[in-house]
């Protein structure tokens, strides 16, 4: 669970040890630092990478299958194979309407 978050490390405002140094607010005064600069960043994501592909024929889906017809003790017998090569990812689409990036750090509503 939780699989589509980044691992890179967040930048939090409170992540200093509380310990009441000058070394916990130096690192609290960096971090906020640090935040008041990525404030120019949007928590909003406008596209992300399609998980459809494009086939020889220029079809568009999922999973392409093909009809192969198996002769076994002289019944004919048709199954479908699965297609994996000569696909084109389709790459990055546009979002109709924009997402919170999910890691973005602030609560959004309280209940």
Request: with cysteine; proline share 5%; aromatic share 8%.
């Amino acid at each position: 669970m939780g699989g589509s978050g980044s691992k890179a490390k967040g930048v939090w405002p409170f992540s200093g040890s509380g310990a009441g140094g000058d070394s916990a607010s130096d690192g609290n005064e960096q971090s906020v630092a640090r935040l008041k600069g990525s404030r120019s960043a949007t928590p909003f994501v406008f596209t992300r990478r399609s998980s459809l592909y494009y086939d020889e024929d220029g079809d568009l889906a999922h999973e392409f299958y093909e009809e192969t017809v198996v002769t076994k003790n002289g019944r004919k017998k048709s199954k479908l194979k699965r297609i994996q090569k000569n696909l084109i990812p389709q790459g990055v689409v546009k979002l109709d309407h924009p997402c919170i990036h999910v890691d973005f750090p602030v609560v959004l509503s309280e209940v």
